[in-house]
């Protein structure tokens, strides 16, 4: 006869069970030892006949647990699979939802390999870094070369400043300024992968709570 309970229940039954089929093999004893002149085996310390009873109880019960584990996880992976769950970015089964949400996280079989846009976030973020160093670092040393231009020109006496002709210098200026190329005007890229990285993240956490504590299964 069928159950029908909560995911969320089956969630925590399923937990529970890993702790508990674990727990039960560990304590288990399914081999011992005996002498032909004693009544009890070596290690368990009790008649032959009921260690041998014992014994297949305790595996019986441990390949129950383990059938009953299987049929909820079974349960679990066929609801996540057909219930679905709506975000601001999209309908997701349950299933598709927990594997974006584990990607996004950096978990799951590729861990952070597969977080694609938090690797293209880090890329843009350092490349646009580097490359507004980079300027400031070359524009630095152009006004410097700049002004040694115009000392040259003008000399010390910066009486005669205006009448000297420094629209060399400015046209050096212009021509060798190091200018940003950023067509994607990466700081606003950068803004929006973010925003609807904590936005997806808290909508598949809410709404696949939600779909959790309102779908029943059947096991």
Same mark, same amino acid.
């Given at each position: 006869?069928?159950?029908?309970?909560?995911?969320?229940? +089956?969630?925590? %039954?399923?937990? /529970?069970?890993? @702790?508990?089929?674990?727990?039960?093999? &560990?304590?288990?004893? $399914?081999?011992?030892?005996?002498?032909?002149?004693?009544?009890?085996?070596?290690?368990?310390?009790?008649?032959?006949?009921?260690?041998?009873?014992?014994?297949?109880?305790?595996?019986?019960?441990?390949?129950?647990?383990?059938?009953?584990?299987?049929?909820?996880?079974?349960?679990?992976?066929?609801?996540?699979?057909?219930?679905?769950?709506?975000?601001?970015?999209?309908?997701?089964?349950?299933?598709?939802?927990?594997?974006?949400?584990?990607?996004?996280?950096?978990?799951?079989?590729?861990?952070?390999? +597969?977080?694609? %846009?938090?690797? /293209?976030?880090? @890329?843009?973020?350092?490349?646009?870094? &580097?490359?507004?160093? $980079?300027?400031?670092?070359?524009?630095?040393?152009?006004?410097?070369?700049?002004?040694?231009?115009?000392?040259?020109?003008?000399?010390?006496?910066?009486?005669?400043?205006?009448?000297?002709?420094?629209?060399?210098?400015?046209?050096?200026?212009?021509?060798?300024?190091?200018?940003?190329?950023?067509?994607?005007?990466?700081?606003?890229?950068?803004?929006?992968?973010?925003?609807?990285?904590?936005?997806?993240?808290?909508?598949?956490?809410?709404?696949?709570?939600?779909?959790?504590?309102?779908?029943?299964?059947?096991?």
């Amino acid at each position: 006869m069928s159950e029908k309970m909560l995911v969320t229940q +089956a969630l925590d %039954e399923r937990d /529970l069970l890993v @702790k508990k089929i674990a727990d039960k093999i &560990e304590k288990a004893s $399914f081999v011992d030892t005996i002498k032909p002149n004693e009544e009890k085996v070596y290690a368990k310390r009790v008649g032959k006949e009921e260690f041998a009873k014992e014994a297949e109880a305790a595996y019986q019960q441990i390949i129950d647990l383990i059938d009953r584990f299987q049929k909820i996880d079974a349960a679990i992976v066929a609801s996540n699979a057909k219930t679905e769950i709506t975000t601001s970015y999209g309908t997701f089964t349950v299933a598709g939802a927990i594997s974006l949400r584990s990607r996004l996280r950096g978990m799951g079989a590729y861990e952070g390999e +597969a977080d694609f %846009e938090g690797k /293209l976030q880090d @890329k843009l973020r350092y490349e646009y870094g &580097e490359r507004v160093r $980079f300027c400031e670092a070359k524009n630095s040393q152009l006004q410097s070369t700049a002004e040694d231009m115009r000392l040259s020109i003008l000399g010390k006496d910066s009486k005669t400043k205006d009448e000297k002709p420094l629209g060399v210098v400015d046209a050096y200026v212009k021509e060798n300024t190091t200018e940003l190329v950023d067509p994607l005007d990466v700081r606003k890229k950068l803004e929006a992968l973010e925003e609807k990285r904590n936005t997806l993240l808290t909508e598949l956490d809410t709404q696949i709570k939600v779909s959790n504590a309102t779908t029943f299964i059947e096991v």
